[in-house]
């Protein structure tokens, strides 16, 4: 596997070292699939104007500089999603995601489309309460999906930091502070395919009567596992609106 070094420049060269990074996008291209090579972002802010399209098998997307500190920041000032993920067994860490208030059609930060058993992982999604912004979306031809140990911040009210569409999504492990009322961390409304577990996360409400920490399918539900999960941050006693066609598939939240 070949490791390409990026900046937030536009000047392309080889990308093999940190003294000579290549653009993203030149990165991307250079990429091989279903072979891991890796892309490692420079410490910095990098404004798109076009979502990153991560279409090759098996491809590493994160930071260069690894240490936990989110010193990558991806954002944009233009009406577009930042990444737009299609490959299989893709992998992305270690990243700041920053909505803008110029994301207004449909924004998303991290559109799942079809790729299978991809990871995201240890990243920071600041959607600071921008309208109709969803973190991270699933399609309902994404498999497999894992997404943990992430910070979900500032959800607008009724917008799911994950919309869940896909089949056997692992949600573990992620932290979500939902500073506006009436904000999602799951919307798994209209999931059609079962097996996906949203087990071990914290989620924290906006401090009043949040009442629909999760929005969860109940119409015709699938088998999902809810489970070990803490709300707080809420006056409300049903945080997760609960139904009684979740009896088998809802334990041990608190």
């Known amino acids: 596997p070949i490791v390409y070094y990026c900046d937030n420049g536009t000047v392309i060269r080889d990308g093999m070292h940190p003294t000579t990074p290549t653009t993203v996008a030149d990165a991307i291209s250079k990429a091989q699939a279903g072979v891991g090579d890796t892309i490692l972002l420079l410490p910095g802010t990098y404004t798109l104007t076009a979502a990153y399209a991560l279409s090759k098998a098996a491809m590493r997307f994160g930071p260069y500089l690894d240490n936990g500190s989110f010193n990558v920041t991806l954002t944009t000032s233009s ?10 067994s893709v992998e992305i860490w270690g990243l700041r995601f920053l909505a803008n208030a110029a994301q207004v059609t449909t924004p998303i930060l991290i559109d799942v489309d079809t790729g299978d058993f991809c990871h995201i992982h240890h990243c920071y999604f600041d959607a600071a309460s921008i ?5 991270i979306d699933l399609a309902s031809t994404a498999t497999d999906t894992s997404i943990k140990n992430n910070y979900f911040v500032a959800q607008a009210a009724t917008i799911g930091s994950i919309v869940d569409l896909g089949a056997r999504t692992i949600v573990s492990g ?10 999602y961390f799951i919307n798994n409304d209209g999931l059609a395919t079962g097996g996906a577990f949203y087990v071990g996360n914290f989620i924290l409400g ?3 009567a949040n009442g629909a920490m999760l929005l969860l399918d109940t119409t015709a539900p699938v088998q999902f596992m809810l489970a070990n999960n803490r709300f707080a941050g ?6 997760f609106g609960q139904d009684g066609e979740f009896t088998t598939m809802i334990g041990d939240n608190y």
């Open 79 to 88: 009406d577009v999603d930042l990444i737009t993920l299609t490959g299989a």
């Open 131 to 135: 309208a109709s912004v969803v973190s």
């Open 174 to 183: 992620n932290f979500c502070n939902q500073l506006a009322a009436d904000g």
């Open 206 to 208: 906006d401090g009043g």
């Open 234 to 239: 809420t006056t409300s006693v049903t945080p």
